[in-house]
């Protein structure tokens, strides 16, 4: 039990965002340049796309005071973020990427310190999203901290280095993803803000899904994320160029601060150091917990995710629930009554927006290009059509096609259709023979057969490639690989098809999924090496409740059958009590005072049991630790934990 049965539940479960691989970024296949096919498919683009967009360009240059270079490093000297990483970005596209992407890419890479307006700055390029400073009559207000303790301590310093060094008056989360409160303790400690008493500002339900966010399908949603976010890619032109909302993950220390003011109603007004912040909540538009703000003095607005300078994701492919886009236009359409004449508007991600009219424009053609993909979603999902065929139907009008700052980068037109077929009416398409179909690799296996044999199938998939037809290749090539997962020819001929797809993809998350697909196709699946402590300072903040969920869905039913075990589990320092029952091959917790017949009563501190969460305790700590207590039968206790699977989240995802 060194490594818990139940971490793997949680030590990602805080953000899937934050898987910490220990792989060094594999290089890629050499041979892998892009075709002739690909080459005329991004010809097309550029010839067909206006993609010179003078505005964006002078608007994500604009107010530039300072630039960093060099290397952010953690305690153990290890390269958090790396200001250099992206400096081959520049002049015209290299053939392997999407021109449209590649102007992205390079607008998201002007990092450095930036003024928005009077008293209002941004650090932008320190991590995948921005950190926004507001001058306040004391001292900073600190709007969003970025994702680690490492790249908010350097935004901090660099800006203090520039701007002066003025104290932190107050803190405000925009929304409850981790790429926005990680970086808390770089920034200040909770000591420090009780002491001084400054505010941290949060949406209602921040602290619940900021701590809980992920953590039943942690492990799911972080192997998955490796391939969203392109952690294990090179960063050149045939591997990781950006991500659509930024450049990259800073895979850094993880931590939290609790609010002191949580923004309730729909609409609330602030003080926050002399200056008064008017706060709308948009609940379950980009997060189920966000809001945006207004200052009336400065004339600003800050829209957190709900708007932006991509289409963002109703879906995200590294898994989560699908979000609402009817309520996210709604929010939208209200932003523009109460914010409409602002004169600056800056987001939590991407480059500000200047100008009244300009900004009301944006914000309208953004607000209709959601109400568009939903809109038409629905009216072929009414005419009979499934998802895959709406996706195919629906494309974006010339009007909203030409505004840049609504197309896929991150997400795209064609999986956020999925998401609002799915929102409605979930996975089935109504035709009775995906009521239940064969799993992968069985059908996989007749698939080969039906074609003639593996050498036949590799045959038609090879014609498929070198036509340039890679959607229809990789469709019959996943059969080719599932069936015969050893075959060299069908893993090469597969790895191809996704290099050229990755390369036409004008969203980096798209990218980065075929280009990650390639790698592991060509040199395998990468090795667990989990910093499990990176993660203590966050989850002291997620309730029990949530970790014993995490270890219900961690039970393997097949030991469990015919077991009938039940615990007591006994909090030293906290006074929880919890009792729990494996019964009918189901995990039930309850709070409540110990039983006497429980087979066993677990007592231990709650940083011992954070430890166990987070794999850094094991069975010899469970029996001998000063911080832990058994009475009662310690084979029963044994017998079950023994009953919790670990995974690993190391799971083949191209491969079988």
Known sequence: MKSSPIMAALVLGTSALLTACSDAPAPLDPSSAASEFTQAFHADVAA?????DTANNADARRGLIAQPTGKVMNAEGDVIWDYDEFNFIEGKAPSTVNPSLWRQASLNNQIGLYKVADRIYQLRGFDLS??????????????????????????????????GDKPVTAIVFTH???????????????????????????PIGFMEEATSENVLVGMAMARRSIYMYGKRLPSNPEGLIDNGLGKAVAYGKVGILPPTLVVKESKETHMLDGLEFMFHNVPGSEAPSEF??????????????????????????????????????????????????????FHQHNWPVWGSENIRSFMEKQRDVYRFIHDQTVR????????SEIAEKVVMPPALNTFLSGRGYYGTVSHNVKAVYQFYMGWFDANPANLNPLPPVEAAKKYVEVAGGIDALLNKAEEAVNKGEYRWAAELLKHAVYADPDNTRAKNLLAQSFDQMGYMAESAPWRNFYLTGALELREGGYTEGFKRSMFLDMLKHTPTERFLEA????????????????????FSDTQ??????????VLHHRAGKPEESSAATLTLSKPFFLNMMAGEAGAADLLFSDQTKIDGSTIKLGQFFGMLEKATGNFNIVTP
């Open 176 to 202: 409850s993803h981790v790429d926005h409160f990680g970086g808390a303790l770089g920034v200040m400690n909770a000591e420090e803000v009780a002491a001084k008493n400054v505010p941290v500002v949060a």
């Open 292 to 345: 945006v703000f207004y200052l009336p003095e400065l004339k600003a607005f800050c829209s957190a995710e709900l708007f932006g300078h991509t289409l963002h994701n109703l879906y995200t492919p590294r898994g989560a629930k699908v979000r609402d886009a009817l309520k996210w236009a709604s929010y939208m359409d209200e932003a523009i009554a109460y914010a409409g004449d602002a004169e600056v508007m």
């Open 576 to 585: 929880e009590n919890y009792v729990l029952r494996i019964n009918n091959s």
């Open 48 to 52: 067909n796309t206006d993609l010179v």
């Open 551 to 570: 270890m219900a869905a961690a039970l393997n039913s097949d030991k469990a059958e015919g077991e009938d075990i039940q615990i007591n589990l006994v």
């Open 130 to 163: 921005n950190m926004t400073l507001i001058d306040g009559e004391t001292g900073w207000i600190v709007v969003d901290v970025l994702t680690s303790e490492e790249t908010a301590r350097a935004a901090m310093a660099f800006a203090r280095k520039h701007l």
């Open 380 to 387: 072929h999902m009414n005419a009979g059509f499934t998802s």
